[in-house]
């Protein structure tokens, strides 16, 4: 099926390590995204992908990292987890129509844990 | 303060009755809203776009859009048990050119058989 997989959906992760989430795409978009959302914020832009070779801070980047690998995939690496980053964290990818991004579609996200 | 400001509910209708959520926006360079429903533990899933003022009707879902008021809202008809959902409000982001979404915190609706 055409979408957005994320891997992987659930982690627990104790404080200090580091883990890269993978998301990948397969309807040929240009544009891919992180967010996080958590209770009482919403979802926050963590960094995102215009194009392939191209990568922007978002919102809240601290602590974070990301990789554009190809036109499908854009991972997002967390060098020295820490408990304020435990949340559910979403992929995204959309195609831009007159500048404007069209239609996010998203992953089912994955729930981490920082303990 | 947010680019996009939404009510968190929640609000609770009957079954049968019109759901109307509202949101608000702050940047007047912004032309263009979305709005995602967001069941408990999935992702959020695009159910409306908006480009231009007035009202844009797909089946029981009505998107408005004020841009003198900055204002945007979804109106729901014949509401069902299974629209209960958060329901986000996004627009285009000013601090990214316009290229990424900001969304609001979401309204909790629920209907009640």
């Known amino acids: 099926n055409a979408g957005v997989t994320q891997t992987p959906k659930f982690q627990v992760l104790k404080t200090g390590q580091s883990m890269t989430l993978q998301c990948a795409q397969d309807?040929?978009?240009?544009?891919m995204y992180w967010y996080r959302q958590d209770p009482g914020m919403g979802l926050r832009l963590i960094y995102y992908s215009a194009s392939e070779g191209t990568t922007d801070k978002g919102e809240v980047p601290n602590g974070y990292n990301v990789s554009r690998l190809n036109k499908r995939e854009f991972s997002l690496r967390l060098e020295s987890a820490a408990p304020s980053q435990t949340s559910v964290y979403f992929c995204?990818?959309?195609?831009?129509?007159?500048?404007?991004?069209?239609?996010?579609?998203f992953g089912s996200g994955t729930r981490l844990t920082v303990v | 303060q947010k680019e996009v400001e939404q009510n968190s509910g929640p609000l609770s209708v009957p079954e049968g009755a019109i759901a109307s959520l509202n949101c608000t926006y702050s940047d007047r360079g912004s032309q263009s809203f979305f709005w995602y429903r967001q069941y408990s533990g999935k992702s959020p899933e695009l159910i409306m776009s908006i480009y231009s003022n007035g009202d844009k009707e797909d089946g029981r879902f009505t998107a408005q859009l004020n841009k003198a008021s900055q204002y945007v809202s979804l109106l729901i008809r014949d509401s069902q048990p299974s629209d209960s959902a958060t329901y986000l409000c996004?627009?285009?982001?000013?601090?990214?050119?316009?290229?990424?979404?900001?969304f609001g915190k979401g309204t909790m609706l629920l209907v009640s058989p």
């Open positions: 995204a990818s959309s195609e831009i129509l007159g500048d404007i991004p069209y239609g996010y579609t």
């Open positions: 996004a627009g285009p982001h000013p601090n990214s050119g316009y290229s990424t979404l900001t």
């Open positions: 309807m040929n978009h240009n544009s």
